[in-house]
């Protein structure tokens, strides 16, 4: 049974940064691909990024390409995500998830197969 684990969630001003990491209990190097996502409430779940393992292949909704960046270290079967400016509106329970076998689409949030426990953001104005 694979577990993904989140941290780095927390209390933050608006402008600031965190960086949330995700471990996983295998090793991601042979799964299609691994992807952020976010839920503020009320709100439907929506994708923040998703980084393939062949390739290193990113994605980043057109609102948040600038501000957020995702990274994969394999050796440590981890991603992060690096989140700088932040914003009130970024304000949400945020998600790892990982997709194992090589089809459909990152974006999609039914495609995963494994989602984390979540960590919450916070950004203050």
């Known amino acids: 049974q694979v577990q993904l684990v989140e941290s780095g969630g927390g209390l933050v001003q608006a402008g600031g940064s965190l960086r949330l990491s995700c471990a996983a209990s295998?090793?991601?190097?042979?799964?299609?691909?691994m992807g952020w996502f976010r839920q503020a409430p009320g709100k439907e779940r929506e994708i923040v990024a998703y980084?393939?393992?062949?390739?290193?292949?990113?994605y980043y909704p057109a609102s948040l390409k600038g501000r957020f960046t995702i990274a994969r270290d394999a050796a440590k079967n981890t991603v992060y995500l690096q989140m700088n400016s932040l914003e009130p509106e970024d304000t949400a329970v945020y998600y790892c998830a990982a997709r194992i076998e090589p089809s459909g689409n990152l974006v999609d949030s039914t495609v995963y197969d494994y989602w984390g426990q979540g960590t919450q953001v916070t950004v203050s104005s």
């Open positions: 980084v393939t393992s062949i390739a290193d292949i990113t």
């Open positions: 295998q090793r991601t190097s042979r799964w299609f691909g």
